[in-house]
Every structure is written in C-alpha cells, then in structure tokens.
C-alpha cells in the first residue's frame, strides 16, 4: 500500500512536468520537483512578460484618452474664449474682423472654470493660477519695489456695478490677502482723500466702481503701470442691471476702459475676465425670448 501510495505521488509529479511542456522524463521523485519547480518559473517569467505587456498598453491607452481629452478641452476653451471676445465687443460697440479676434482671443480673455462664476472663491484660486509660480511674489508681497512696484499700482483690478458687488467679489481673495490689503475703490462710505492716501501703500489687489476708480486715475492715485488683469463683474443685481446694462455706470465703465484699458489689451498687456460671462449669456437669452431684461 505505501508503494502504492509513493508511486501515486511519482506519476502525479511528472503529469504537472508534462503540463509544463517537460521535454526529458526525470526517473526519480526529488528530480521530478526540481523539473517542475524549474518550469514552473519559466512559466512565471511568462507571465510576468505578459502581464507587463498588458500593463503597458493599458498605460498608452490611457495616455491616449488623457490626450484626446485635453485636445478636446483646449478645442472647448479656444472657442469659448473667441465667443467672449466677440461678446465683449460687441458689448463695446466695436467692429473687429475675424482675423483681428483670432489674433486677440489668446492674449486678451483670461478663461474661468465654469463653477468660477457662481463661487467667488473659486474665481481668486482661477486668478492666482493665471500668474502662475510668481502668483506669491505679485499678489502678497506687501514691500514697495523701487522701479517695479510702485504706490497703487494693482495688478488685479475688480470693476463692479456697486460697493456691496466690490466687498462680496474680494471674499474670494481673503487667502491672498492678509499681508497687503485689498484696496476698497468706491465712493459709499469712504472719502476719496481716505483713498488716495491709502493708494501710497503698495496695491497688489483693488476693487471699486467706474466712477470712483476715474477719479483716482485722474488724481495720479491709482497707477495702472503694473495691472496685468482686469475682472470686470457682469453678474446682474437684484433688479437685472449690470456693469454692462445698469445705463449710468455702463456709461462711467467705458468711458473708462476705452480711455485706459483698450490699448493695453490690444497690445497684449491686460487681459480681461468676464466674471458672470455665462449669466450675462443666459440673461440675453431670455431678453430675446421676449422677457423684460435690460439691454446689453
């Protein structure tokens, strides 16, 4: 019975070494498992091989869809960005041909995600990434530079339609704001000689109205010599009026930007943010349905 048993235990060693693809038949029990032991790591580096190769296309498919992706979310940028120029100016009043927007719409429109226009936190994260690593340097140095940095002169500009627009847009730069102060620039409860002695101080960060913003140019408080991006606020008040609709301030806002902010925009030295973009569209939208929404 034990040979029995032990010769059991032989056939079953050489079946395994036989399924291995075992050429030479060994005789003896102990050189049956050092065959199968040696095949059976054959058959793992085998697999191994195949796994990797596996792992490996599975990577470049994944490459691949990560491209196309992108592809396609630049496509979708490209063309929301030449839709907001031509929204801009046509808002403006101006006539650019196809191959002036075409050579604008990549230096001028500074595109916000789409959450951005609901979330004014989420629009200060969009503005510190478009200045990329030296977003700390510009945005929270609190030191005045001799011949770089000078006294008030902002390189973000918020333009809004009202006082309680200006403090709810800077809620959304609290984080970068700690050090050096946003500057407050409109005219409900504060004096404008409070203003122009507050604008001595280095300025990385400024919001305020059109009127007011005017008058600190005009009195060589407010420097535009460092101001890289203008956020001009379109989200309407409770009323349906915006910076682009509500009739005086509309008339204040470009007079102003076509007095100061155009030429550095064609130059390719401002980049404008239409904060509320998508509202101002929907709000269109409906006005051409027949509802009762102030012209743009």
Known sequence: MGGDHHELKVVSHEKKVQDFKCISRPKQPDEVCVYFIRARARSGREERGIIMAIEKTKRKANSDVRRKRKK??????????????RFFQSA???????LELESLKDRCILELSEDADSDVKILGKNIKAAFGASWKEVLCEEKLVEGKVNAGSPAVLIITSSALRCIHLLRGFRSITKECHA???????????????????????ASGTPSRIKKLIDAEALDLSRLQVLVLDMHPDVKGYSLFTLPQVRDEFWDLFKNYFYQPMIQGDLRICLYGYQVAVRLKGKQKQGHTIPDT
């Open 72 to 85: 396609i979310e630049k496509t979708k940028n490209e063309a929301s960005e030449s839709e907001q120029l």
């Open 92 to 98: 403006m009043g101006l006539q650019l041909s196809s």
């Open 183 to 205: 500057a407050k620039l409109f005219s409900k409860h504060m004096k404008l000689e409070e203003q122009i002695s507050l604008l001595k101080n280095r300025v990385n960060i």
